[in-house]
Every structure is written in C-alpha cells, then in structure tokens.
C-alpha cells in the first residue's frame, strides 16, 4: 500500500504545492514548525535517507535550491529525520525546508 507521501505524489492526497519536476516534489508542510515549512521529496518511494541512493540525494541537493529560489528565501535550514527515534514518522524520504524570512530561526536543544 502507498504511504502519505506517495498519495501526495500520485494526486490522492491534496497538498499545497512549490515546484515539482519528473523526480521531485516539494509542498507546504501540514503543520508548519516555521514561517516557512517545506518538505521536498523523491516522487520514487525510499524510507529514508539511509536507503536513498546516493545519486538522488546529489539530485535533490539542486531541486532545494530551486524550490528557495521559487519561494525567495535565502537563509533556510535543511532538515532529515532519519528513523524513528531521530523524530520520523513519515517513512518516505524527505527534507524539511525551514525558514522565518523576517526574524531568525531558533536552534533549539533537542534533548
Ligand atoms: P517527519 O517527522 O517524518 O520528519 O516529518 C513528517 C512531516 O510531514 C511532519 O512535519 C508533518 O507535519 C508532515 N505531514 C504529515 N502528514 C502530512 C500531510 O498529509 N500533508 C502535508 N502537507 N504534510 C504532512
Ligand atoms: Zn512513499
């Protein structure tokens, strides 16, 4: 069966779109830990980014730049919760995009 995030691909789930291209997609976080919360995934199915070749992740390395460029935020901080106790809960591999264009995002400490 597909996962949230596959259903988001496919169209079956809605979501609030960035910029997509044949092998990546990034949308507005449901619920946003920032101003600005963007997730950007492969629109291929991987778990994490443990199981992520390698290559994809070069790729999506220039699909981020784009979807900052797309939304004009030039400061951002790059998230990937890998595994369930590093806080995944949706297991298809994705980045989180965090901004706050007008302030400064906190560093918080996570233990
Ligand atoms: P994780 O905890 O796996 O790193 O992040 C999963 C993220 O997906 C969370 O920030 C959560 O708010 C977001 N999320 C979960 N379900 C949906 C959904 O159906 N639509 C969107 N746009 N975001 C979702
Ligand atoms: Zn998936």
Not at 24 to 48: G, W
């Amino acid at each position: 069966m597909d996962c949230i995030f596959c259903k988001i691909v496919k169209g079956e789930i809605p979501s609030k779109k960035v910029l997509e291209n044949e092998k990546f997609l990034a949308f507005y976080d449901i619920n946003p830990s920032a101003p600005v919360h963007i997730l950007i995934i492969p629109k291929e199915h991987y778990e994490n980014f443990s199981t992520t070749p390698s290559e994809i992740f070069c790729e999506i390395s220039e699909f981020i730049k784009e979807v900052a460029k797309e939304v004009k935020v030039k400061d951002y901080r790059l998230i990937t919760n890998n595994g369930k106790s590093a806080g995944q809960e949706i297991f298809h591999f994705h980045i989180h995009l965090l901004s706050n264009p007008n302030g400064k995002l906190k560093w918080p400490k996570l233990v």
